[in-house]
Nanobody, 117 residues
């Protein structure tokens, strides 16, 4: 079983920065595509950024140029560096792991990010 634990959320003013971390247990991290999703109040969950096992990244248009996803396979951790934060970035941020040799997608419990104007 894989467990994902997010950290680094909090309250920040617009224009500020936060760095989210997601630590994974288990042995599949290096063979998993990792992603960050977020869900704002009253809205559907959306993909923010992803990084595959080879380090290729993908971003939602709304965060391109401001957010950077990275991974450290030696530490079983994926990061989301968020700069120039906007109030519309507010939401619960979830880390996910998609094992590339299976069908299961694992989710963390989420971490709250609140950006004040």
């Amino acid at each position: 079983q894989v467990q994902l634990v997010e950290s680094g959320g909090g309250l920040v003013q617009a224009g500020g920065s936060l760095r989210l971390s997601c630590a994974a247990s288990g042995s599949i991290f290096s063979n998993s595509d990792m992603s960050w999703y977020r869900q704002a109040p009253g809205k559907e969950r959306e993909l923010v950024a992803s990084i595959n096992t080879r380090g290729r990244t993908n971003y939602a248009d709304s965060v391109k140029g401001r957010f950077t996803i990275s991974r450290d396979n030696s530490a079983n951790t994926v990061y989301l560096q968020m700069n120039s934060l906007k109030p519309e970035d507010t939401g619960v941020y979830y880390c996910t792991a998609q094992y590339i040799y299976g069908l299961d997608r694992y989710w963390g419990q989420g971490t709250q990010v609140t950006v004040s104007s």
